[in-house]
Structures are given as C-alpha cells and as structure tokens.
C-alpha cells in the first residue's frame, strides 16, 4: 500500500525568457522612452522658474489642471508605450495585477462627481491616470530592473545639473523676492521650490548609497556625497532628517534580507514610528496645542490642517471630490475656511494623508492604507531575498521616505510631482519583484507501507 505526502523542493517555478535578439531594441526603446518621461517630469516645463508674489498669485489662479501641452506630452509618451506594446515580440516582464490601487482610482472618478468642478476633477484625475499607465506599461515591457536603472539615472542627470546651474544662474538659489523670506538664499537647483529639490536629492542619495552597497563603484560615492550636500544646500530639515534615519533602516532591512521574522520585527518598528505621532499628541495634547498655537508652527503648516479638519467637520463622509479641496477657482471650498492670508496661494494640504481624507473621504485614505501601506509592507515582508535585494532595498527606501514624507507634505496623487512619480516607480519595482520572487513549489510523494494483515 502506498501512502501520498506533500513534500517541499526548493526547485523554481518557470522564469520568464529572456527577450530575442530582435526584440532588444524594443526594450532599449521603451527604457529610453520612460527616462525622457522621467527627465520631463523632473525638470519641468519651466526650469529656474521666477518666483515673485505676483507671479505666485496668477499661478494660484490658473491652476486648474487644464495645461494643454501637459496633457498633450503625457498622452503621448502613453501612446508610443502602447505602440512599443503592440509591436513587441516577446513576452511582458510583468502583468499588472495590483487591483487595490485600479479600484482607488475608480473611486476617485467617482468622487469628482460631486465636487464643486466636476470637470477640473476629472482632468486630475484623468492626469494620474495617465502617469500610472506610464509607469506600469513602461515596467511591462522593460522589467523592474531596467525601470529602476532608468530612475537612477534620471535621478544623477538631475543632480548633476542641479550642480552646474548653482555658478551659472542666480535662478538656482530662492531669489530675495520670495514673500517667504525663510527661503531666501535655499538651494532650488531647476526645481521650482526648495522643498521638492530637498526631497528628490535626498532620494536621489538613498539611491546611490544601495547602489554603491551592491555594485561596489565609488563613483556612486561621489553622486551620493553630492546629493546629500545638496540636500543641506536646500535647508530643507525634512528631507535630511529623513535621510539619515531612513538609511539606517534600509541598512538593517538589507542586513535582514533572508530572515522573514526579522524583517517584520523591522517593518513593526517602522509603523510604531509612524503611530508614534498620534499616541505623542494624545499623551501631550496640552503641551503640543500650546506649541502650535502659533499658526506660523511648521512654517505654517499648522493652520492649513486647520483648513482641512474644520472642513471635515462639516463634511466627514464623501470628501470635496479628487483634487477638488484647493485651487479650484473662486469656488474652491477651501475659500471658506481659510484663517491665513497666505492660504490663498496653497496647492495642498501639506500632508499626503489628510488631502486624500479631505478629498475623497474615509473610503479613498482606506483604499491609500491599503494600496500603498499594507500590501507593500507585506511585499517588502516576504519577498526580499539575498538574489532580489539589489531592487528591494532601494524600493524599501523610497516607500518609506514617501510614506513619513506625506506626514509634513504632500506626494500621494499631487498631479506629476517629482517625489509621486519616483514613488509610482518604486511600487511598480517592488511589486514586479515581488511577483516574480522565487517560490517554493509542493510535490506529491508516495511512500512504500507494508500491507496490514
């Protein structure tokens, strides 16, 4: 008689093939294509940007998603991804299956439904729509390893150019006419404000210190000292508190590759940082709305969660609709619960999840935990191994960057920013690797049992 028992091999599921020979140009193609994209985004449609008052108050004003060559360059890098798609000849390096993050996008469109512009909703919507296509299509055809060289290199062309500018254009610095004189004199390189230069130099650090970790050039030494005096350079304290504490958590993640129960321990610590916020401010109320009493805390960031939280008041359940909260003409229903004079000129909330909480209400930030939070953190959990480390680490690093950069700004979903593109990239790197991570495979055996008698 014989007995089946399931029984674990370390064999390999199927590996996708490599492409053909006539099919690398394709895939050096679309790698290039997404660079230009990336480069695009990064440098924007008017680098060193002046930044008088009354150019600030006209762009506030104009600001309503309805940029014709933006959207004219956006649907075209999709459409020669999607030709690139349809003349390959080789099977896609990844299939999109991250559903949570389809249906946050469904509920958004539904949300700009009821917001007080429908139809500026809509663009913005329709805005990020376009960018995740991008991105994901781009990781279809070129794999998350080559979409991560590309964000590399992207990240390097635009420190060094951020560099060459500073001696060659007093654009490069925040001119003596900014209405905020605490950014006089900051480092902007061809970034319009010295927060987004900080943050995307401060990635741009992360990057090369993991990419000298795992190719051992020293040349990514000297990209990396340099993004991090940039960083300096921009005064931007977030940005560079960020960069060393989360460097020293990608360290551990890196050291802790082959041991799932460690990296959860890490991944557990990570939250805790983040919860840490709200338990501080439920033990400390008092002291803390003493401290940010003053509106000016935070370089005012304070009275804008003001804005948000007393709209959600009145309004706890739907939200304003996507992207439908600030700048949306006269009838932005920010107008109405404005306490500062210098509200008139803000584009967000200044903190990721707040703005998806004010816009699309408590089903959109679920939808954000889930999508961006939850199943990322359990990609990073159970998909690192010694093999994919040199894509999972520098992925790690970004998530959690973005993620405690959205307590202070806003990233997630913010039209084509530089620092949400980077993150698209590095969900759709992690995720591709997740997907494509070695699994362990059950065999039936049978087993020789005496007969009984």
């Not at 060559?69 to 999607?82: E, M, N, R, S």
């Not at 990419?211 to 990209?223: E, G, I, N, R, S």
Request: charged content about 15%; proline content about 5%; aromatic content about 16%.
């Amino acid at each position: 008689m014989t007995t089946a028992v399931w029984q674990r091999s370390a064999s390999l599921l199927p590996q996708t093939r490599e492409p053909e020979k006539e099919s690398a140009r394709l895939v050096l193609v679309a790698q290039a294509f997404y660079f230009i994209f990336l480069m695009m985004v990064f440098i924007g449609q008017q680098p060193f940007a002046s930044r008088t008052q009354e150019e600030l108050v006209a762009m506030a004003q104009d600001n309503n998603g309805s940029d014709l060559f933006k959207q004219a360059l956006f649907i075209g890098f999709a459409l020669l991804l999607t030709g690139v798609q349809l003349v390959r000849r080789y099977p896609p390096r990844y299939r999109f299956t991250l559903w949570p993050l389809a249906i946050m996008l469904g509920w958004f469109f539904i949300t700009c439904s009821w917001g007080v512009d429908p139809f500026v909703s809509f663009k913005r919507a329709m805005q990020q729509l376009i960018v995740i296509y991008i991105t994901f299509s781009a990781l279809s055809l070129i794999g998350p390893e080559r979409l991560m060289q590309a964000l590399r290199y992207a990240l390097i062309v635009s420190l060094v150019i951020c560099w060459v500018s500073l001696p060659l254009t007093p654009a490069a610095v925040h001119p003596p006419s900014e209405s905020d004189q605490a950014l006089v004199g900051a480092w902007r390189g061809f970034f319009f404000h010295k927060n987004i230069a900080g943050a995307v130099m401060a990635l741009c650090f992360m990057v090369c210190v993991n990419a000298w970790v795992d190719t051992k050039k020293w040349v990514y030494v000297l990209f990396a000292a340099m993004a991090f005096v940039f960083v300096v350079g921009t005064k931007s304290k977030t940005s560079l508190a960020l960069s060393f504490g989360i460097l020293g958590v990608c360290a551990v993640y890196r050291l802790l590759s082959d041991s799932t129960q460690r990296r959860a321990i890490l991944l557990l610590l990570v939250g805790i940082g983040m919860v840490g916020f709200l338990w501080l401010y439920v033990v400390y109320q008092p002291t803390i709305e003493r401290l940010f009493a003053d509106p000016t805390s935070f370089t005012g960031r304070v009275s804008i969660w003001e804005v948000d939280l007393a709209y959600l008041k009145d309004h706890p359940f739907l939200g304003a609709g996507f992207g439908g909260f600030w700048q949306v003409g006269a009838r932005s229903p920010a107008f109405d619960y404005l306490n500062q004079e210098f509200q008139l000129l803000t584009a967000h909330s200044h903190n990721g999840y707040l703005e998806i909480l004010v816009t699309t209400g408590p089903i959109g930030l679920i939808l954000l935990l889930i999508s961006f939070v939850a199943l990322p953190a359990w990609w990073f959990l159970t998909g690192a191994n010694a093999e994919n480390r040199r894509l999972m680490v520098p992925a790690f690093a970004l998530w959690v960057f973005v993620l405690y950069q959205n307590l202070l700004e806003t990233s997630f979903f913010d039209k084509d920013r530089q620092v949400w593109v980077i993150f698209l990239a590095a969900m759709a790197t992690a995720h591709a690797t997740y997907k494509a991570r070695p699994q362990v495979a059950w065999h039936r055996r049978f087993l020789q049992q005496p007969e009984t008698a």
